[in-house]
């Protein structure tokens, strides 16, 4: 199983940016899909999560209200249309599959990771 993510790049402060994660290869168990991020010389943390079934979306407070996740079944392709950005938005941005429920929020509960894209907000 492969991921892959794009759109990443450079934008200014208060501008939107639109990110995708395309999964491709074998079939697997698609039970959701999630969006985390990592700053240089921080850990890894989550920023959104979606469930293929219900719908369900989940966001870090951090981003609630400036971050929308979205997801076409068809394509197999999710979706994290971030708005309003922030400097400290900044961050390599991974995008992630999980075949079972369990804790959205935590890395440990995806089996497939895409490579991940840079996007920099300058201030």
């Known amino acids: 199983v492969q991921l892959q993510a794009s759109g990443g790049g450079l934008v200014q402060a208060g501008g939107s940016m639109r990110l995708s994660c395309a999964a491709s290869?074998?079939?697997?168990?698609?039970?959701?899909m999630g969006w985390f991020r990592q700053a240089l010389g921080k850990e890894r943390e989550f920023v959104a999560a979606?469930?293929?079934?219900?719908?369900?979306?989940r966001y870090a407070d951090s981003v609630k209200g400036r971050f929308t996740i979205s997801g076409d079944n068809a394509k197999n392709t999710v979706y994290l249309q971030m708005n309003r950005l922030k400097p400290e938005d900044t961050a390599a941005y991974y995008c992630?599959?999980?075949?079972?429920?369990?804790?959205?929020?935590?890395?440990?509960?995806?089996?497939?990771w895409g490579q991940g894209t840079l996007v920099t907000v300058s201030s």
């Open positions: 979606i469930i293929w079934s219900s719908g369900t979306t």
């Open positions: 992630a599959a999980r075949s079972y429920s369990g804790t959205y929020y935590t890395t440990g509960s995806y089996d497939f």
């Open positions: 290869g074998r079939t697997f168990r698609r039970y959701g």
